[in-house]
């Protein structure tokens, strides 16, 4: 069975620091990497994904994750945050073949104060 | 419409009733699926329709818990004699079709639960 773990559950930030949130995955098989954010108040949006090829992948509103194989590793990075990036953050796995059901981590909750 | 629309937004009941919550997935979205997220946890896979088939319920906690899709659109989950461990957000959400393109669910804002 598939799980994810996200190790940072409560994040607080300053605007214009950087920010990195770690995510881990168990699986035996070929896996799709996703995280989502859930801003205050909205539904949850797919904030990048990665399915193969070059392991850095870059998504909306300057954010990047790198996938290291090596390492069942999807940690979400920016390089400045904004007091608009508060939000929570979820990582999540789904097996490459069968059913799309994703299987997500707990959450990060960042705040970023201005 | 333009999103997964989820209703009700929010629903209190007491212990034992029955509670039918419903999801309008996106037009064309052929797969569904239920999550039930507690608070300060990610969301839990419960079911997963695609058109009208149930294919996969294993997430369902216990046989009070029920998911219907009878037109392959519009979903209800049902909780009969809900309990105190159901309250919870329930979200609903929609895809197109497998394939490498399509794999982004799109949310809806939920229903949450509260059993008292």
């Known amino acids: 069975a598939q799980s994810v773990s996200q190790h940072n559950h409560h994040v607080i930030l300053s605007e214009a620091a950087s920010l990195e949130l770690g995510c881990n995955y168990s699986?035996?098989?070929?896996?799709?990497l996703f995280w989502y954010v859930q801003y205050p108040g909205q539904h949850l949006q797919l904030l990048l994904k990665y399915f193969s090829g070059d392991p850095l992948v870059k998504g909306i509103k300057g954010f990047e994750a790198e996938f290291i194989k090596s390492k069942f590793s999807f940690n979400l990075r920016k390089p400045s945050v904004q007091w608009s990036d508060t939000a929570e953050y979820f990582c999540?796995?789904?097996?490459?073949?069968?059913?799309?059901?994703?299987?997500f981590g707990t959450g990060t909750r960042l705040l970023v104060s201005p | 419409g333009a999103g997964v629309s989820q209703s009700p937004r929010y629903k209190v009941a007491k212990r034992g009733q029955d509670v039918a919550l419903r999801c309008d997935p996106i037009?064309?979205?052929?797969?569904l699926f239920w999550y039930q997220q507690a608070l300060g946890q990610g969301p839990e896979f419960l079911t997963y329709?695609?058109?009208?088939?149930?294919?996969?319920k294993s997430g369902l906690p216990s046989d009070r818990f029920f998911a219907e899709r009878p037109e392959g659109s519009v979903s209800t989950l049902k909780i009969q004699r809900t309990q105190q461990e159901d309250s919870a957000v329930y979200l609903c959400?929609?895809?197109?079709?497998?394939?490498?393109?399509?794999?982004?669910?799109?949310f809806g804002s939920g229903t949450q639960l509260s059993v008292l």
């Open positions: 999540a796995v789904n097996a490459r073949t069968g059913f799309q059901k994703l299987v």
């Open positions: 699986y035996g098989g070929t896996v799709n």
């Open positions: 959400a929609s895809s197109l079709p497998r394939g490498q393109a399509n794999e982004k669910l799109f």
């Open positions: 037009s064309g979205h052929v797969s």
């Open positions: 329709f695609q058109n009208e088939a149930q294919l996969d």
